[in-house]
C-alpha cells in the first residue's frame, strides 16, 4: 500500500478538489474550485489533506460556528479519490478535523442513502440527531443530522 501523508489543504488543491468533487458528488452539486477557494479563506474554517506521492487523494473541512465559547462545529465536506477508498483514509482525514474541534460538539449533514459515510460517522461516534428532507437541492435526496456530543 502506498504511504498516505497527511497535512493542509492549500488554495493550490483547490482544482484538484474541484475534480475529485465531480467524481464523488456528481448530481449532487459539486463544489467548483472557488468554492474552496473561498472556504479556505474563511479563517473560522479547518481544511486537511492527504497526499499520495504529493497527489492530492482526499480532503476534509470543518467550520467553528458562533463567536462565543462554547463553540460548535460543523463538517463540511470530506471526499477520498475513489481510487483509494477503504484504506483508512477517511477515518484519518475526520479525525484531523477532531483535532480542529477539541472537545466541542461536531454537527454534520449526510445523505440517507450514504451507507459508507453514516458508517464512517456512527464508528466516530456521531449519532442521528435528525432528518432534513429534500436536503440537497439538485437531487432532492434526504439528509440526517449527526451529532457527536462534547467529550
Ligand atoms: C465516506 C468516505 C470519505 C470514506 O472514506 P474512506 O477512505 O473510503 O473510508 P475509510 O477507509 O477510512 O473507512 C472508514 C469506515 O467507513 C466505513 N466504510 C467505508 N467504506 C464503506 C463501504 N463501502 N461500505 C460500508 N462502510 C464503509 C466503514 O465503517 C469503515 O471502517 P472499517 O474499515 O473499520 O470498516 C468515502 O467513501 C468518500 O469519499 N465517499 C464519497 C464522498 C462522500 O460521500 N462524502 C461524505 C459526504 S457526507
Known amino acids: 500500500m502506498s504511504t498516505v501523508v497527511y ?10 478538489c474541484a475534480e475529485l468533487e465531480s467524481l464523488l458528488f456528481d448530481g449532487d452539486d459539486p463544489w467548483p474550485e472557488r468554492a474552496f477557494l473561498a472556504e479556505l479563506a474563511a479563517k473560522h474554517n ?9 497527489k492530492l487523494v482526499g480532503y476534509a473541512g470543518i467550520a467553528r460556528l458562533g463567536r462565543v465559547k462554547p463553540f460548535e462545529y460543523e ?3 470530506i471526499g477520498v479519490d475513489p481510487a483509494y477508498q ?3 483514509i477517511g477515518r484519518q482525514l475526520l479525525r484531523g478535523l477532531f ?9 454534520l449533514e449526510v445523505r440517507t442513502d ?5 458508517a464512517l460517522y456512527e464508528s466516530e461516534g456521531f449519532e442521528q440527531v435528525g432528518l ?4 440537497y437541492r439538485v437531487s432532492g435526496a434526504d439528509a440526517y443530522t449527526m451529532k457527536r456530543d462534547r467529550r
Open 7 to 16: 497535512g493542509p489543504l492549500t488554495p493550490r488543491d483547490a482544482a484538484r
Open 46 to 54: 479547518h481544511y486537511v489533506a492527504a497526499r499520495v506521492d504529493d
Open 114 to 118: 450514504n451507507a459508507a459515510a453514516i
Open 132 to 135: 432534513r428532507k429534500r436536503y
Open 75 to 77: 463538517v463540511h465536506t
Open 86 to 88: 477503504g484504506q483508512g
Open 99 to 107: 483535532d480542529f474541534a477539541g472537545d466541542a460538539a461536531i454537527f
